[in-house]
């Protein structure tokens, strides 16, 4: 099963979606999707689930420094 991204994010799309977009990290959260729904088990998608984790903290990390300066 393949779990397609939408073309574009609009007014009426999910808010979270939106916000993944933001920060760069909604490509890893559809390969989270997708591993799951291939897998049907999370704890199988260990790699996808971490790379999503390590982008969201590098995002938060670039918010962090971009209020500091």
Request: hydrophobic share 25%; aromatic share 4%.
């Amino acid at each position: 099963m393949t779990i397609k991204p939408r073309e574009q994010i609009g007014s009426d799309d999910d808010p979270v979606e939106g916000m993944l977009k933001k920060t760069g990290c909604l490509e890893l959260h559809y390969k989270v999707q997708e591993c799951i729904a291939e897998t049907k088990d999370w704890r199988k998608c260990q790699t996808a689930v971490n790379n999503f984790r390590d982008c969201i903290n590098k995002h938060k990390q670039e918010e962090i420094n971009k209020n500091k300066h």
